[in-house]
């Protein structure tokens, strides 16, 4: 198992950026996908985006192409999510997930490992 820790989650407003953190402990994880879901007050968590245990290929949800990016710190067992030109629809509590030797499937039943969640907020 792998522990998972997110933070830089706040509030910004329409068409800023942020960057959250996800910190992982226990095991190293170069050999596990991770990836970032959300989910919003009276919705089902939604996949966002993933990128398999290899690095060699990342899922992105529609709704965050162009936007959003997925990078990873081997060295310091970090992974990072950049939010750009944020909209009110990306409010939603975000959660960091890790699955050893995953292919970043946007299902999260296919997760094993998930954080505690940061809020994003979006003001219009």
């Known amino acids: 198992q792998v522990q998972l820790v997110e933070s830089g989650g706040g509030l910004v407003q329409a068409g800023g950026s942020l960057r959250l953190s996800c910190a992982a402990s226990g095991r190293p994880f170069s050999n596990y996908a991770m990836g970032w879901f959300r989910q919003a007050p009276g919705k089902e968590r939604e996949f966002v985006i993933a990128i398999d245990w290899s690095g060699g290929r990342t899922n992105y949800a529609d709704s965050v192409k162009g936007r959003f990016t997925i990078s990873r710190d081997s060295a310091k067992n970090t992974m990072y999510l950049q939010m750009n030109s944020l909209k009110p629809e990306d409010t939603a509590v975000y959660y960091c997930?890790?699955?050893?030797?995953?292919?970043?499937?946007?299902?999260?039943?296919?997760?094993?490992?998930w954080g505690q969640g940061t809020q994003v907020t979006v003001s219009s």
């Open positions: 997930a890790a699955e050893k030797y995953g292919g970043g499937s946007a299902e999260p039943n296919r997760w094993g490992n």
